[in-house]
């Protein structure tokens, strides 16, 4: 089983590098940094930590990219050449190795299609209390309108392992709904239990701004109750990957 490691980034040049080689320390089939455009060292510094790096414009070149995390993801999944992608958020902060490993391990198992990750989110210094549009936008209307899913304790966890095969055949949100679309579409197609989650213990990630939060809020709220067909519709998507490659 191949393992390819996908990694989003725009202008992270604070802590890229130390993700790359947190990864690289797991000896995965490759890493790839999807570089969404970055204006600072990003692209020279998740270089030099040994990533092969490609920017979202060099994959599927005939089509232009939209804004978002969820775009990089999709064009990281078509560039992967492994059996299993796993996608580990460029801003981690004192990343450790080990957790590529513990990602991709429950795929063993044939009836498994993602795995998300379960870690204590910090903030601010304090050991508790990240994690503020999960525990306040997507958990409640997870249990709300997915109760199969409830309990899956970090859904919108930038760490998380999927089959490209499984990745292929479904849409990809825009933005920053992508996590919550792709947990939603695999339970759908594959039953709550293809979901698995590991620990992998602290998680640092660097804290937005409450400011930034509403939007984010926003858009996974909207992504959950356009899945229930309570929506508006109007969430912008990619589609499968399977009708294009």
Do not use: C
């Amino acid at each position: 089983m191949k393992v390819s490691v996908v990694i989003p980034a725009l202008n992270e040049e604070a802590t890229v590098a130390g993700v790359v080689r947190a990864v690289l320390g797991d000896g995965p089939d490759e890493v790839l940094v999807i570089d969404a455009d970055s204006t600072d060292r990003t692209v020279e510094q998740a270089a030099a930590a040994g990533a092969t790096v490609l920017n979202w414009r060099e994959i599927l070149p005939d089509i232009p990219p939209r804004p978002g995390k969820g775009e990089s993801l999709w064009r990281g999944v078509a560039a992967a050449a492994g059996d299993v992608v796993v996608f580990i958020d460029a801003d981690l902060r004192q990343p450790g190795s080990g957790m590529v490993g513990k990602l991709a391990a429950p795929f063993a198992d044939p009836a498994v299609h993602l795995v998300k990750a379960d870690y204590q989110r910090t903030i601010n210094g304090r050991p508790t209390g990240g994690g503020r549009v999960t525990e306040l936008t997507a958990k409640p209307l997870l249990r709300a309108l997915f109760p199969a899913l409830a309990h899956i304790n970090q859904p919108l966890a930038g760490e998380y392992a999927i089959r490209r095969a499984t990745a292929l055949e479904l849409p990809f949100t825009d933005g920053y709904g992508v996590e919550a679309g792709l947990l939603v579409d695999v339970a759908a197609r594959h039953g709550a239990s293809s979901v698995r989650q590991v620990d992998l213990g602290v998680r640092r990630h660097r804290n937005r701004p409450l400011e930034e939060l509403g939007h984010m809020a926003d858009v996974v709220a909207a992504t959950l109750l356009e899945k229930a067909g309570a929506g508006a519709g109007g969430v912008g998507k990619r589609p499968a990957l399977s009708g294009i490659l």
